[in-house]
């Protein structure tokens, strides 16, 4: 996902009416969000077309870089706004046509409404993800001229078109429903967390619980980029945030600066597998698999703490080539900053967590109580002193970030959605889950390995939650009729999804840290795979040992496999990296095999 620098954003705000313009519409787009969730039940063709709307200004205009982008996005976001509203004053008479075109004015709106999804992401992302879109909606309009089993009994243009934009399949189908009516929540909740001091209590409390070990820069990385992780939802944002403060701390400390680099990239690279929120793709996920929320959440826990303690083994092994200095006593905070900075996020997070499991309450509804907690909580700065014009600028703050990251996710979940509905209507995913199938001989550790191979190409176009979609739309059918459990099958794909994250030749956090701390990005990127390598060990042996996602319902099983795979991945980390003779280094990783796939 794109990182937006201050040259990116300055624009919309060197004039204070047209800053106020943008507080405005991202407060409109908060209102209506938490709105809807508060509301009651909307009909999908009126919510999702306007939450496309409301997302069109960031895409097109707040994110232009020149003249011409914003003239023509002004222009695009005008008649997108027009088309949008057109479907959702309609939206009775068009549920009975139950996804078939009629007349030219439908037409004429449809294929804009495709053709600005494309754009919109485009613009918001770049080429990757509207090329691959873009080619899935050739092969939906010319497969039947393709020969052999890959090809298509064709599609008439207008039920094609139709189904795609005026009704609830394609543009408006379920993935655009989690992107309207959860997503967009918890961006919501991250934005007024960010906006208030929760970041700094994230670092504060980072710094109490492991500023004093060896290591204790990096291990402070790896806890404050953990817990930043999973509200921030993007890896390359959350290097650029919390590496802003712990890349320069590393280097003071003399760190080699490629280490520092790897480290937080591999750091915020995890947070999107990192309950309670993991980012857009755990709410996909609920979508998709029909599993709750909180049974997510518990079959993620295990092995996002096992790919961070493999972290912090991988940074105690590299203690043994480096001289990694704990931090210095007056950079660690005062146990009294750490209590009141922390209120910040444990407030609200405790708030959420309690809504759920105890009030039980969804996810979003939770979540929007939580956010007008951390509201009330904006009102405060860092030493708990109340001010007025504080939480104005704070609450300000927040509607502008909240406004843009909802468009940017809303722009890329509305393209991969035209993917998922070519994919439906031709039945190709059927095609290319037979192709695993053969290809794998019907056995499911190369059907495993072949859709790894998958997500990691994907993963290097188009962002984590997109490569996630597209991936477990087509491979996932194959390994779950190969044996695997289907949320299984789902959470091994979105955590190979976010294999491009640190692996080269795309590897986004790697090339934000490797700027931040003015290193060789290969160098960077070397290092970010040894200390990761958890990432990509781990979800086999999420396979290997299936009682690691069954926490909540074997707690006894899922921790003794924890124990097991943690013992075996600690093995392989300081093989991989401590400085021991080559034979000790083989001998613990063969061990580490054994331990996660054999015993």
Same mark, same amino acid.
């Not at 393709?146 to 298509?152: A, C, D, E, K, R």
């Not at 899922?558 to 496999?561: G, H, I, L």
């Given at each position: 996902?794109? *990182?937006f620098?201050?040259?990116q954003?300055?624009?919309p705000?060197?004039d ?5 313009g943008?507080?405005?519409? @991202? ?8 709105g809807l969730?508060?509301?009651g ?17 960031w895409?097109l ?10 003239i023509?996005?002004?222009?695009l976001t005008?008649l997108?706004?027009?088309?949008c ?8 008479v ?9 007349n030219y004015?439908q037409m004429?709106?449809?294929l804009?409404?495709i ?8 613009r ?5 993800l ?5 080619l899935s909606?050739?092969y939906?309009a010319?497969?039947?001229y ?7 009994p ?6 094609? *078109? ?6 609830e399949?394609?543009l408006w ?6 992107s ?6 918890f961006?919501?909740? @991250?934005?007024?967390l960010?906006?208030?001091?929760a ?6 409390l980072a ?7 060896t290591g ?6 790896v806890i ?9 939802g ?6 650029a945030s919390t590496?802003?403060?712990t890349i320069?701390?590393m ?7 490629s280490?520092?680099?790897?480290v937080?990239?591999v750091?915020?690279s ?8 993991m980012g857009?793709g755990?709410?996909v996920?609920?979508?998709?698999t029909g ?15 096992l ?6 083994v991988g ?11 704990p ?10 900053? *750490? ?9 609200p997070f405790v708030?959420?967590l ?5 009030g039980?309450?969804?996810p979003?509804?939770a979540?929007?109580?939580?956010i ?12 708990l002193?109340?001010s007025l014009p ?7 703050n ?5 406004g843009?990251?909802i468009?940017?996710i ?10 998922v509905g070519?994919?439906?209507?031709t ?7 037979? @192709?695993?199938?053969s ?7 190369p059907a495993?390995l ?7 190409i994907?993963g ?6 997109a490569?996630?979609?597209i ?8 390994l779950?009729s ?5 949320l299984l099958?789902?959470?091994? *794909?979105f955590w190979?999804?976010l294999?491009s994250?640190?692996t080269p030749?795309v590897?986004?956090?790697v090339f934000?840290a ?6 060789n ?11 990761g390598?958890?990432?990509y060990i ?10 690691l996602?069954?926490l909540a319902?074997?707690p006894?099983g899922?921790?003794?496999?924890g ?5 075996g991945?600690?093995?392989i ?5 401590a400085?021991k ?6 001998a613990?990783?063969v061990?580490?095999?054994?331990l996660?796939?054999?015993?």
């Open positions: 996902m794109r *990182v620098t201050s040259s954003t300055a624009t705000a060197d204070d009416s047209i800053a106020s943008w507080m405005a519409l @991202g407060a409109v787009s908060v209102v209506f969000h938490l969730i508060f509301y039940l909307t009909p999908a063709l009126v919510s999702r077309p306007l939450h496309m709307a409301l997302l069109l200004p895409v205009i707040y994110m232009a870089n020149t003249p011409a982008q914003r023509s996005g002004w222009l005008i997108g706004i027009a088309a509203g057109y479907i959702a004053v309609n939206e009775s068009l549920a009975d046509q139950y996804g078939f075109i009629d004015l004429a709106i449809g804009f409404l053709a600005l999804a494309l754009e919109a992401a485009r918001a992302i770049g080429w990757p509207p090329l691959v879109a873009l909606l050739m939906g010319l497969g039947q393709i020969p052999g089993s890959f090809g298509h064709g599609l008439p243009l207008p039920s094609m *078109v139709g189904t795609l934009t005026i009704a399949g394609g189908g379920s993935l655009t429903g989690v309207v009516s959860v997503v967009a929540i961006v919501i909740f @991250g934005a007024v960010n906006a208030g001091e970041g700094q209590g994230f670092m504060n710094s109490a619980v492991a500023g004093r070990l204790g820069a990096a291990k402070v990385a404050s980029s953990a817990l930043m992780g999973s509200i921030s993007s890896a390359s944002a959350n290097v590496g802003a403060i320069p701390s280097v003071r400390l003399r760190y080699p600066r280490l520092a680099g790897a937080e990239a750091a915020s995890g947070g999107q597998i990192m309950p309670p929120l857009a755990a709410f996920m609920v979508e998709l599993t709750p929320y909180t049974q997510i959440m518990a079959a993620a826990m295990l092995p996002a703490v790919y961070f303690l493999t972290v912090w940074i105690n092994a590299y203690a043994t080539r480096h001289d990694l200095k931090m210095a006593e007056s950079e660690r905070p005062s146990a009294k900053e *750490v209590l009141i900075t922390s209120l910040f996020f444990a407030v708030l959420l309690e809504r759920i499991f105890n039980g309450y969804t979003q509804y979540a929007s109580i939580a007008f907690a951390g509201m009330v909580l904006l009102f405060f700065d860092v030493t002193r109340f504080g939480f104005v600028k704070r609450l300000s927040a509607a502008v970030t909240a843009r990251q468009a940017v809303g722009a890329i979940i509305l393209c991969a959605s035209l993917v070519v994919l439906s209507l039945g190709l995913g059927v095609k290319v889950t037979s @192709g695993i199938l290809l794998a001989n019907d056995m499911l550790w495993l072949l859709t790894a191979l998958a997500c990691l994907l290097m176009e188009v962002p984590t939650t490569a996630y979609v991936c477990v739309s087509v491979a996932g059918p194959a779950i190969l044996g695997l459990e289907p099958a789902h959470l091994f *794909v190979y999804a294999l994250t640190i030749p590897c986004g956090g934000i490797a700027g931040m701390v003015g290193e990005w290969l160098k960077v990127a070397f290092k970010a795979m040894a200390l390598i958890g990432l781990i979800p086999l042996a999420m396979v290997a040992n299936p009682e996602i069954q319902v074997n006894s899922a921790v003794f496999n124990l097991k795979v943690a013992m991945l600690a093995a980390s300081y093989g991989v990296i400085r003779a080559l034979w000790q280094r083989g613990l990783i061990t580490g095999g054994i996660i796939f054999v015993l």
